[in-house]
């Protein structure tokens, strides 16, 4: 409990940071050619983010910095700055503003045994298809990628395509 109340507030080195490495292992989709994309994510509550753009602005470029130092413990590789070509946050601010997530939840609904049933891919208007946290398959960043694939699934059963 002390981890995710820490987390809240924005005091990610008493909570956690979820590292996830994609290097292009021979596909640059996730990167060029020797480099790998580090994500590092944290949580904390919307209230922890100053709604001055100026003071906010400042808080998540200090805090970007204080998640590398802390990946920096099990990648030591991050602690030269030679090492990190672009540098970019987000924060539940970030998320409210471009997803409209009432207080910039990344995960969608609150999962109960009440709500099996989510948002289907497909909709009533013809050619229009869903994907989110929010659809079929639960929420997080793989489910994501599943209701991705999933509304692309649909997308091309329906263009006849294997």
Known sequence: M???????????????VSITIYTNLGDPVYA??????VKLDAYSNISAWPKDRTEYAKL???KVDELIALAA????????????????????RTIERYTLNKGGVVYGFYLSPD??????????VENV??????????????????????AARL????EGIK
């Open 155 to 158: 997308i091309l059963d329906k």
């Open 60 to 62: 998540k470029e200090q």
């Open 32 to 37: 060029p050619k020797g480099k790998s994309v």
């Open 115 to 124: 709500q099996w049933q989510k948002v289907p891919n497909s909709t009533p």
């Open 73 to 92: 413990r099990v990648i030591p590789e991050l602690k030269d700055p030679k090492n990190i070509v672009v540098k970019e946050g987000y924060t539940p």
């Open 129 to 150: 298809f869903i994907t989110s946290n929010w659809t079929q398959a639960w929420h997080g960043v793989g489910s994501g990628q599943v209701n991705g694939w999933r």
């Open 2 to 16: 002390k981890n995710y109340e820490a987390m809240m507030k924005g005091d990610f080195e008493k909570g956690a």
